[in-house]
Nanobody, 119 residues
Framework: QVQLVESGGGSVQAGGSLRLSCAAS????????MAWFRQAPGKEREGVAV????????WYADSVKGRFTISQDNAKNTVYLQMNSLKPEDTAMYYC????????????WGQGTQVTVSS
């Protein structure tokens, strides 16, 4: 089992920045990747960024490329999402997720942190 705790959400004006953190604990060796998802009211959850914990390969949704950066501090078992040039359409609940390698899916989820961007 892996436990995830997000922090760093808040309210910001368009053009501003926020950094989300996701601290992982438990059997983190069973998870080879971590990701950020988001879900806006009335919309489906969407993947935002993924990072492979054994290396530094990453993936980004087209909507955030060039504005968001996912990174990790393996010593702290923490993944970050640096969000710059925020837009009102980035407003959503942001969730951290970790891969469950045995099931080959994102089997572990945090409780979410709200990001609100005003125009």
């Amino acid at each position: 089992q892996v436990q995830l705790v997000e922090s760093g959400g808040g309210s910001v004006q368009a053009g501003g920045s926020l950094r989300l953190s996701c601290a992982a604990s438990g059997d983190t060796s069973s998870s080879s990747c971590m990701a950020w998802f988001r879900q806006a009211p009335g919309k489906e959850r969407e993947g935002v960024a993924v990072i492979h914990t054994g290396g530094d390969s990453t993936w980004y949704a087209d909507s955030v490329k060039g504005r968001f950066t996912i990174s990790q501090d393996n010593a702290k078992n923490t993944v970050y999402l640096q969000m710059n040039s925020l837009k009102p359409e980035d407003t959503a609940m942001y969730y951290c997720a970790a891969c469950d390698d045995s099931r080959r899916d994102f089997g572990y989820w945090g409780q979410g942190t709200q990001v609100t961007v005003s125009s």
